[in-house]
């Protein structure tokens, strides 16, 4: 589809376990448009990792077709699955996985330094995306100086910087607390309203609910 921007065909992804085959995912067929608002959902066991992973180029189907953005991630090598990674993938994580010793600027300059970018634009980059997600007077602080909620900012300022195609989040309310996590929401929807493809990784129904879409799995299926 012309406007698809993540497409899985027939996907499985099984592990060996000893002796035993787990089906983490078992025949998946999903479409996400560009511009769109989906949550994964599911409980644990469900899938929902797996799926992320598969999505952000973390690992690779035993079976099945994945495109990302155009890309056909089938039997890619590993630095090529990490150029789709730095390109089109923005990662959001419940823990935020912040640098401790660096400041919020230079966490989310890191991405870019493995991009090929100048140091000047590295630096003009990291700047206007701390600004975008409103810590603009908390750019020199470490991580240990931030709250919860400025921590996830200063994540989704380094999933922004190099203008990915998808942002993808795994739980990115899940040490928040509630009002907090409602905050990060709000910026999630504007962020989706300026045309980014957001998808949330949750079993939350509430946040669920505040998407376009649920996509609900379970034993590695699509239930719904």
Do not use: W
Request: overall charge negative; glycine content about 10%; hydrophobic content about 40%.
């Amino acid at each position: 589809m012309a406007d698809s921007v993540i497409r899985l065909e027939d996907v499985s992804r099984y592990y060996l376990m000893g002796e035993f085959v787990v089906k983490a995912l078992d025949g998946v067929s999903v479409d996400i448009t560009r511009g769109e608002f989906t949550a994964i959902m599911g409980p644990s066991g469900s899938g929902k990792s797996t799926m992320m992973n598969l999505i952000g180029c973390l690992d690779t189907p035993t079976s099945g077709y994945i495109d990302i953005d155009g890309e056909n991630t089938a039997g890619l090598n590993e630095a090529e699955l990490a150029y789709i990674r730095n390109r089109k993938v923005g990662f959001i994580f419940q823990q935020f996985n912040l640098l401790g010793k660096l400041s919020a600027l230079d966490n989310v300059i890191t991405p870019l330094l493995y991009a090929g970018v100048s140091v000047r634009e590295r630096k003009s980059r990291a700047i206007h995306a701390l600004e975008r997600v409103g810590l603009a007077d908390r750019m020199d602080h470490r991580p240990n100086e931030l709250s919860g909620g400025q921590k996830q900012r200063v994540a989704i300022a380094r999933a922004l910087v190099n203008n990915p195609t998808i942002l993808l989040a795994d739980e990115p309310t899940g040490a928040l607390d509630s009002r907090t996590g409602g905050q990060i929401m709000e910026l999630f929807e504007e962020l989706n309203s300026e045309g980014r493809t957001v998808v949330l990784v949750t079993h939350d129904r509430d946040l669920g609910m505040r998407c376009h879409r649920q996509i609900h799995l379970r034993d590695g299926k699509v239930e719904a």
